[in-house]
């Protein structure tokens, strides 16, 4: 029996019409599309993997464009360098980035610039690239003492197709803790 189109004379209401205006799959079809989801939704299908690294950052080499009034200011870009360490203390790799002060908020004695930027992860493998907004304060390399999370916004290597979110919280010295939480499309 063939797929046929079921559509009576058009009924006065849209909802009617709707339900009724369908194709019907014969029975041949129908247990071809659920034999064909069924091979899709599991057994030999590959799941996506997610990877936790968690990494501490070196010494800062910082290197400044100051465009606006002398010290901190709007439109002033910053690139930088560190090295990275893992937990037990072993190299890493190195963090690279490029940060740019978009705005500066004053409450009370406080100040707080809102920084754009990219940075990028050099990993064995490949790398990671996040990017978006984090707060700091001036003349400061790292993020407040809230932290900041920004979007992984893709991978190179082994880190191909990466999504996920990356935590930067702040350390004692200028340094940060930054945990990549790595989402990977299936291999």
Not at 15 to 31: D, E, G, K, N, Y
Not at 45 to 50: D, E, F, I, R
Not at 59 to 87: A, M, N, Y
């Amino acid at each position: 029996m063939a797929d046929r189109a079921v559509c009576p004379g058009p009924p006065a209401d849209r909802a009617a019409r709707f339900a009724a205006c369908h194709v019907i799959p014969s029975p041949s079809s129908a247990l071809a599309l659920g034999v064909a989801f069924l091979a899709g939704c599991g057994g030999g299908a590959a799941k996506s993997q997610t990877k936790r690294i968690t990494l501490f950052t070196g010494p800062i080499k910082v290197f400044q464009s100051d465009v606006g009034p002398r010290g901190s200011s709007r439109g002033d870009v910053r690139t930088f360098t560190r090295s990275l360490r893992t937990e037990s203390g072993r190299p890493a790799g190195r963090l690279d980035g490029t940060t740019a002060i978009t705005d500066e908020v004053r409450r009370g004695g406080k100040v707080r610039e809102y920084r754009v930027g990219t940075v990028h992860y050099t990993l064995t493998g490949g790398t990671v690239a996040i990017g978006g907004v984090y707060v700091s304060t001036p003349n400061s390399s790292v993020p407040v003492s809230e932290g900041a999370r920004r979007p992984i916004l893709g991978g190179t290597g082994v880190y191909r197709g990466a999504k996920g979110e990356v935590v930067q919280t702040p350390l004692p010295g200028g340094r940060t803790k930054d945990v990549l939480d790595i989402d990977l499309p299936p291999r």
